[in-house]
């Protein structure tokens, strides 16, 4: 009896190589690193991908959920949606002149491969996976999903292995506004500073506390100047294979350090700007191993969450609804 192979859950981007290609400009800061210079060849791997095809993915039997769009904050309007794409590109772009960041991106690459190497290329998927801790959400009161997802075309960033089911979780107002004012001061927005939870008892393995706010809010910017793109986080085991990850928090705000057992609902931090971040949010991840360079990224589902002000349930969360824990 033949046995049906199972659904490829993950494929090998070799477009995922591309930032290795920075390395190449170390080349050109001393005479005896010149060989360097060849790395830069990786910025070409892109093209492999016209001969490259991308497998389809498994088709997934979630529920559909709605997706209302939410306008841009205040700053980004003002200027047009153009100009603020153009201000995010040229952010990104300007990362390369930051060592810091550019390292960073470096051992992003780098630990996806590995991690991806960890689990043989299987990633999980919200079908499949079962976790073992219960989580409820970060924070109280009613937030909106901005951005991710369980599905691809849902996903936060279905490419990059740690952050394919992470989370970027804002609050609004009935109209889906962000902010009151005119949304340029982080005190403008109504998550800024509100404080973020464990989402279930464990004990915390790493924190950073000492990244500044972006200075640019709401206007397309990224703080291509910060220390670390990821900004302050925190980082808790739950349970074996399973750490949350929380990120962007403000600067001083952390309330628990490496080594120290937290309870679920207790405050970790307060929501903030902090590193990559065009505006304040959250970014909340469920991932597999304690380094946000090595994991792989896990989907999550949440218990007692209120959807759009229906009943508690226990789901994956997808873009485009409010939610709130019951």
């Known amino acids: 009896m033949s046995k049906t192979k199972p659904p490829r859950r993950f494929y090998f981007d070799p477009g995922w190589l591309t930032p290795l290609g920075l390395i190449g400009l170390l080349g050109y ?169 464990a989402v279930a008892d464990g004990e915390v393995v790493a924190v950073q506390d000492n990244v500044r706010d972006a200075p640019q809010v709401g206007n397309g910017w990224v703080d291509w100047l910060s220390a670390d793109f990821r900004g302050n986080f925190v980082v808790i085991r739950h349970a074996a294979n399973e750490y949350s990850f929380s990120a962007h928090l403000i600067p001083k705000s952390i309330t628990v350090k490496p080594g120290e057992r937290v309870t679920r609902g207790q405050i970790i931090g307060r929501c903030g700007h902090s590193g990559h971040s065009t505006e304040p949010h959250l970014h909340f991840q469920l991932q597999d191993h304690p380094s946000f360079w090595l994991a792989a990224g896990l989907p999550i589902k949440f218990e007692n969450v209120s959807v759009n002000n229906g009943p508690a349930q226990t789901l994956s969360l997808t873009r485009g609804v409010q939610v709130k824990p019951l």
């Open 29 to 197: 800061a001393h005479e005896a690193l010149w060989p360097l210079q060849f790395a830069m060849l990786f910025f070409l791997i892109p093209l492999v991908r016209v001969f490259w095809p991308k497998p389809k993915p498994a088709p997934t039997v979630l529920p559909k959920l709605p997706l209302p769009e939410a306008p841009l904050p205040g700053p980004a309007q003002r200027l047009g949606e153009a100009r603020a794409m153009s201000n995010f590109l040229l952010g990104q772009m300007l990362t390369l002149l930051n060592p810091l960041q550019m390292g960073q991106q470096i051992l992003q690459v780098g630990g996806q491969g590995l991690a991806l190497l960890r689990v043989r290329g299987q990633t999980p998927t919200a079908e499949t996976f079962v976790q073992q801790g219960r989580y409820t959400l970060p924070f109280t009161g009613q937030w909106y999903v901005f951005n991710g997802g369980p599905t691809e075309a849902t996903s936060h960033s279905w490419d990059i292995v740690a952050q394919r089911y992470a989370y970027d979780f804002v609050m609004t107002d009935q109209t889906l506004q962000r902010h009151t004012g005119a949304g340029d001061k982080v005190s403008d927005y109504f998550c800024y500073g509100q404080p973020i939870l």
